[in-house]
């Protein structure tokens, strides 16, 4: 028998969360880097969580994964970020009742000032991070402002869940399955006020603009469907989306390591280089193409009409706008 490969270490924060639960399975069961390759969990949780971790560890042991090879739970960041190869960032504090997305902000940044040095010191040369926890465009901005050894380009915060959820009212509107949707776009923040762009998607060989034939609702209903998701899953649940979001952290970490399909692309927060005039070094959602071994481009040359021009721009102000509610956290 051929010997197995050498196990990825994977570091995953929050993982006692309801996110967590729902990722942890899927990661042992070898979704992210191919059923070849062996994995090795490092949990990450505050103490007030650890028992319930312990007991998310038993559960990942009865499950007896055949590529799990060890379960590391510990409250203390640089066990969780030890030679890691990959770290979901997950945890984070709630947003509670009645607090404002810049108490949340200044609630969480210090967190992801803690962890960005952790990893800096800790995890190994090819690690790639993806932040969850919200808000997370700005989070991942603060984490990578303070680990200056790991490049930018190895961070990336999550908008697959936008992405996915765009993808399912386009499917849904025109009456086709969801693989025969692609190439939507998920551009500026993980917020209310992120642009969700319709103009270059296909539906199998058609545009999704042809396909739909409905402009309007393309403006209206299907911008502020997906803008308003996360609220109208937890109207509905009473809780915030967790197998979605958990769903959408596979997707957007095997297309890293794994690659997107010829001719398509996906949305990820990532290091803006200036690309469509996104103020460089901002995080922002763009569509990207991701070459298998961990790296991303950001797809050029896509038009804007003046609809969306003014789209991006309301989306990208706010981006602007965290950042400086956070710039003495920025290194
Ligand atoms: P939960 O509250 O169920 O779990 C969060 C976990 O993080 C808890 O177990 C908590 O103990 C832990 N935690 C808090 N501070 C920590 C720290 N400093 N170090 C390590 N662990 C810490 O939330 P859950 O539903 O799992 O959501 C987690 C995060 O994902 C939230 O910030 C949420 O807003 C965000 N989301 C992001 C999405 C995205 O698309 N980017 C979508 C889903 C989700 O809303």
Redesign the pocket.
């Known amino acids: 028998m051929a010997a197995m490969p050498t196990p990825k270490r994977i570091a995953i924060?929050?993982?006692?969360?309801?996110?967590?639960y729902s990722l942890l399975p899927r990661i042992a069961a070898g979704e992210i880097f191919g059923p070849e390759v062996p994995v090795i969990l490092q949990c990450?949780?505050?103490p007030?969580?650890l028992g319930?971790l312990n007991g998310v560890r038993m559960e990942l042991e009865d499950c007896a994964f055949p590529l799990l090879e060890g379960i590391v739970c510990t409250d203390d960041?640089n066990i969780a970020f030890k030679d890691a190869n990959l770290c979901l960032l997950?945890?984070?504090?709630?947003?509670s009742k009645g607090m404002q997305r810049g108490d949340l902000i200044r609630e969480?940044g210090p967190?992801f000032v803690g962890?960005g040095k952790a990893i800096d010191e800790n995890a190994a040369a090819d690690v790639r991070v993806v932040v969850?926890?919200?808000p997370?465009n700005t989070n991942c901005l603060i984490a990578m402002s303070s680990a200056k050894r790991v490049p930018a380009t190895n961070w990336t915060?999550?908008?697959?869940?936008?992405h996915n959820r765009a993808i399912a009212q386009i499917a849904g509107r025109v009456g086709v399955e969801y693989r025969d949707v692609s190439n939507v776009v998920i551009w500026g923040n993980?917020s209310n006020t992120q642009f969700p762009e319709w103009r270059h998607a296909k539906v199998k060989d058609q545009t999704a603009s042809a396909a739909a034939a409905d402009e309007a609702w393309f403006k209206e209903a299907f911008i502020s469907t997906v803008q308003e998701r996360?609220k109208a899953v937890i109207e509905a649940r009473g809780?915030?989306?967790?197998m979605s979001?958990a769903n959408?952290a596979m997707d957007h970490a095997r297309l890293l390591f794994r690659g997107t399909p010829t001719g398509e692309w996906t949305s990820m927060a990532v290091c803006s280089d200036g690309s469509y005039d996104i103020e460089e070094g901002l995080i922002s959602s763009f569509p990207v193409t991701c070459d298998g071994s961990g790296n991303w481009s950001i797809v050029q040359g896509l038009d804007f009409d003046d609809f969306g021009r003014e789209r991006l721009e309301i989306t990208v102000n706010e981006l602007k706008q965290e950042r400086d509610a956070v710039t003495d956290l920025l290194s």
């Open positions: 924060t929050g993982a006692a969360g309801q996110i967590g990450l949780e505050i007030p969580a319930a960041p997950v945890g984070a504090k709630p947003r969480n967190i962890q969850i926890g919200n997370c915060a999550m908008t697959q869940l936008d993980h996360g809780l915030s989306s967790a979001a959408a």
